[in-house]
C-alpha cells in the first residue's frame, strides 16, 4: 500500500511538472500568441492612442471581464519600441477593466507583453488613469488601436462618440485599426464621403466560430456578424479553435487583425504604414 502511495504521488507531480511546463509551450505551437519575427519599424516622435472598453462584466454583474490584456499589452510595447507615445484611452474614462482570466492564469494564458505589464508601474498607472474619449482628439495621433476583449462587444459598437472620433480620425489621414472585438468601434464611423467606413473594405475580427466555441454568446454584438451586417469584406482563417487562429487584413490606412494572436503584428503594420523606418 506504501508503494502504491508513494507511486501514486510520484506520477500526479509528474503529471503537474509536465502540465506546468509542456502546456505553455505547446499552447504556442498551436498558434497562441505567436512570437512576431518579421520586419519592425521606428517612428521617432509619432503618437498611438489605444482605446478599450470601459465594460467590466458579461451582461449585468456577470462573470468579471474587460479588455483582454495582450490585446492592449502587445500593440502598446510595440508602438513604445517604435519610439512612439503612447497613449490609453476608454469610453468613461478612468480605470480600465482587464479580464482577470490572463493574471488568473498567467502560467498558461499571459503573452511576454502581459507579463510585462504586471511589472511595469508606468502602464499599470495609464490602465489606472485611462482619458475619456469625448476628452481625446484621436486626430492628433499617427495611429488609433481598437484593442478588443468580450467587454468591447457591450460598448465600443454603440457609442456614437467613439464613432466620431474614428471619422475624425480617418478623415485627418490617420492609421486606424484594431483586433478581435475592437474592430466593433469601426461600426458607428464614416469615411472622408460620408459612407460608413467598413462599407466595402477588407477587414477581419474574431469570428462568429470562435465565440460560439468559446461558449460566450451572452454578449450583444459579435463582431463577424455585426461586421458583415455592415457590408465589410470579412475575411479570417480557421484553425481546430479559432482561438489558435491568426489573421491580419490590411486595406489602404484600415489594419485589423482576427484574434489576441495578432495585436503585435498589427501595431507593427500600423507603424509601417505610418511612415515607420526600418
Not at 490584456?69 to 507615445?85: C, H, K, N, Q, V
Not at 485589423?256 to 503584428?265: D, I, K, L, S
Request: net charge negative.
Amino acid at each position: 500500500m506504501k508503494k502504491f502511495l508513494v507511486g501514486f504521488v510520484l506520477v500526479a507531480v509528474a503529471l503537474l511538472v509536465i502540465g506546468r511546463f509542456g502546456l505553455p509551450p505547446l499552447m504556442t505551437a498551436l498558434g497562441y500568441h505567436p512570437a512576431y519575427d518579421g520586419p519592425r519599424y521606428t517612428l521617432e516622435g509619432g503618437k498611438a492612442l489605444i482605446v478599450t472598453t470601459s465594460h467590466a462584466t458579461l451582461g449585468e454583474g456577470g462573470d468579471p471581464t474587460g479588455v483582454f490584456a495582450s490585446e492592449m499589452t502587445a500593440p502598446y510595447y510595440a508602438f513604445l519600441e517604435a519610439g512612439m507615445d503612447v497613449d490609453l484611452a476608454s469610453i468613461e474614462g478612468g480605470e480600465i477593466p482587464v479580464d482577470p482570466t490572463t493574471e488568473n492564469m498567467a502560467w498558461l494564458l499571459a503573452a511576454p507583453a502581459d507579463k510585462r505589464f504586471f511589472a511595469d508601474p508606468v502602464l499599470q498607472e495609464k490602465v489606472a488613469n485611462s482619458a475619456r474619449i469625448d476628452d481625446v482628439d484621436f486626430a492628433s495621433y499617427d495611429i488609433v488601436f481598437l484593442a478588443g476583449g468580450w467587454g468591447a462587444a457591450y460598448d465600443l459598437g454603440t457609442s456614437d462618440v467613439l464613432g466620431e472620433k474614428v471619422t475624425e480620425a480617418w478623415s485627418a489621414g490617420r492609421i486606424v485599426g484594431g483586433v478581435c472585438h475592437g474592430p466593433l468601434g469601426l461600426l458607428n464611423a464614416k469615411d472622408e464621403n460620408g459612407a460608413p467606413l467598413v462599407e466595402g473594405r477588407r477587414l477581419t475580427a474574431v469570428t462568429d466560430k470562435q465565440v460560439h466555441e468559446l461558449g460566450i454568446d451572452i454578449t450583444p454584438q459579435h463582431p463577424e456578424r455585426e461586421l458583415r451586417a455592415a457590408g465589410a469584406k470579412f475575411e479570417s482563417a480557421t484553425a481546430f479553435r479559432d482561438f489558435f487562429a491568426n489573421h491580419i487584413t490590411v486595406d489602404g490606412r484600415l489594419v485589423t487583425g482576427q484574434n489576441q494572436n495578432a495585436g503585435e503584428e498589427v501595431a507593427v503594420e500600423m507603424v509601417k504604414l505610418a511612415g515607420g523606418k526600418p
